[in-house]
Structure formats: structure tokens, C-alpha cells
DNA sequence: ATGTACACGTGACCC
DNA sequence: TGGGTCACGTGTACA
């Protein structure tokens, strides 16, 4: 609603600070007159302390909106696909995709990635930490599928002290990657672990491949 | 800036709208006449059409206030851990939480998910449809370790014509949880597919039961 | 007293 | 043209 001051204010404003600005057609002498003789307040100290404050109000308000808006931009740049780009669409998209980012977080952590990862067909072997907080180095590789290679690998961990705390495998058109998730590995472990793997990997332990042939 | 207009306005809606709506001791005759005699124009109209106008206008506003505040509560409501509850922090902690949300569902996409299942106590068997679209199947199930088991369960998959896209095993205190995503299972042999894994898990084939002992 | 945050009505602008 | 969106300055309440 619009209240009384609200009204005198804006007739205050721009009889002090607008009309002095811009140059305009109203008739200023007759709002200054009106005011003083039916508030009998003069042009005081008192006054101009009051339009002070007006002015550092307005300017801590744009401030606020400038700050508000700013996230908005920021908004309407790391959205997908945002068409309208007014406040309360960029809003309700907002929503929309922290909902659906959850879903799919909270769909992922229980069933893992949707996607699979094939071997490769070149030899590859990768280490790195998965998460630095607890230790855990997670192994991938990709190699050529034999038969004793479930053992040479199990011979390979046996030979660092660490869990496997989890193993996966794939096969596919004879070849094989797997991926294993050490934990408890030391740096110089992880190097270790690194070359027995590479080794695995290339050349068949010379007891598999007299079984093989 | 505050304009002329603007200036009018408040006056114009102070005195048809706000004054006979709250008691006030503005001198609202004074208004209405220098209103008339300084502009001469009548309360016509034309000046009633632009006043429902601007009541039109004002009420839009308000709406549009409330629709984008509306999305700010639910912003606030979904947002955890969520102190300062003004709008630009509201904005601010939403971009952090997108932001943050899609750094997670990367790293589960490239990672799967931190935590690890471990095999089940009990023996336990679980079939479900991963993502509707595609058609495949994720059968878990936790048993009791045994040689002989990975060839048991190639027997059991070789039974039903599908395809094995990924599995996953881990073993643990002689107990053994494996994951099979298979493709390409219809209603009928996904029927088969799990009673042939239930007998799989609980008893031992013929041929590795001597194996064993 | 000083600042911060919000709702409001309004003028301007764009289909 | 109106309907919708925005920025603005202001009133007001709260700390």
C-alpha cells in the first residue's frame, strides 16, 4: 500500500534531487510553496540529513539487487537447455535440476554406472587413488584374455601386502579388463603393485603357459 | 531516478485508493484541487481508465512477486544445511549445490559408486530391471564360496540366451556377493535365469562336488 | 543509530 | 495494443 510518507517522499525527492538534474516543466515553485505551507517545514539541515540517507539507502538497495541478480546470471549460464530466461523460469529450472541431479546421484551410488567400460584393445594399465581420504588405489587394466590370468593376478596381489577390497572383470572378443580396488597400499606398495601387474599383463607366468599349449 | 509521473502517481493512487481506505489527516481536498488547477484536468475518464490500469498493473506485479518467491521457499526448503535464509544466499547455495551434484554424478559415472557392498550372511537372491529403456537386468546375489561357483554360473547364464554385458564378484570371509548385468532377457527367461542362479547359489554341481572333496 | 533485507507501486521496455 | 518482465526508489521492520 502506499502510504502518506511514501507520497511526500517522492515529492521531496524530486523537488530536491531531481528537478535540479534533469531539467523539467513542472512547476516547481508551486510544490515547494504547497509543502512549506501546509507542513511548515523549511528547507533545514534536518531535511537534507534526510536525503542523504535516501540517496545511500537507494544505493545499498541497487547493491543488493546487483548482488541478487549476478546469481541469476550465474544461473541462467550453468543451466542446460534454458530457453525463457526470465527470474522465476530460471527458478523453477533451478529446481528442477537439483531434483533430478539427486535422482541420478542417489541412482548411481546403489547401481553404479550405466554405461560400461569395454576392454581396450591396446595394453593399458592405470593406477590412481580414488579417494584420497581412505587409502584406496583403484587398478584398471586391459590385456589380452588367457585362461591363468585370474591366478597370475592373484599371484601379483599376494605379493604386495594390501586388500582387494573390491574386483571387477570384463571379456570381451578375447580380450579382458579388469579393475581392482586395493586399500592398505603404501607408495612404495603401489609402485610394486604397478610393475607385478605390468608384468602380468604381457608375459604368461611360465607355469600357465605350459598349460595352455 | 524518481520521475514527474512517478512523483503523480503516488499521489493520484493516495488519494482515490489509499485515503478512503485508511483514515489519515492528509489534507486531501488541498491535493485534489492543486491536482485540477494546475494541470486543469477533470476527474474524468480517462483518469479513472489509467487508474484501473495501474491497479491492474500493480496487482500483475505482485503475482509475478509472489510466483518467484514461491520458487525461492521451495529453494529454501530443499537446500540442506541452509543458515542465512536471504535471497542471494539462497541463490548462492543452490549454484554450490548444482555445481557440487554434478562433480558427484561425474565422479559415480567414471568411479561407481565409494562404498562397498559386502557379500550378505544369508544367501540371498535379487533380480531387477536396471534402466527400463535398455533392457537390462541386474541380478545380485550373496552365497557361500566355492570353486566351482564362476563356472556354475556360466552354466546358469549359458542356460538362458542373453548376454552377460559386466559382472562383478567379490569374496569375502568365504562368502561371495556377484553382480551380472545381463542384456537381451525376456519376461520368460528372466523367470529362468533366477531359479537357475537359485540353484546355482545353494547347491553345488555334480561334477565339482568331487572336485572338492 | 546503522545497516540489512524485503515488499511495494511505478515507469520503461518488449513482444 | 495489452500482458509480462525488469529496475528503480521508497517505506518498513528487524537486529
Redesign the interface.
Known sequence: ????Q??MQ??R??YYS?AQ??G?S??RR?ISQ?YKN?FSKPRSNAAEIKLLAAKKHSEAEKR?RM??NG??D??RN?LPNIIKKD??TV??E??K???E??K??SK?????????KFPSGADRLNLVK??GEEGIV?ATFSCEDRPELMSAIARALGSVQANV??????TLGGRTRSVL?VQGLGDEGLGKLKSTLKVVMHKPTFRMRHFTQ
Not at 548411481?108 to 560400461?116: A, C, M, T, W, Y
Not at 577390497?165 to 570384463?170: C, G, L, N, S, T
Open positions: 500500500m502506499v502510504s502518506f511514501q507520497s517522492h515529492i525527492n524530486y531531481e538534474m534533469i523539467s513542472f512547476p508551486f504547497t501546509s543488493r548482488r541478487i546469481q541469476y550465474t544461473l550453468i527470474k522465476a527458478l523453477v533451478t529446481i535440476q537439483v531434483k541431479l539427486r541420478k546421484v548411481l551410488e546403489v547401481d553404479g554406472p550405466k554405461e560400461v580414488c579417494n583403484k577390497i573390491k574386483a571387477e572383470m570384463m580396488w
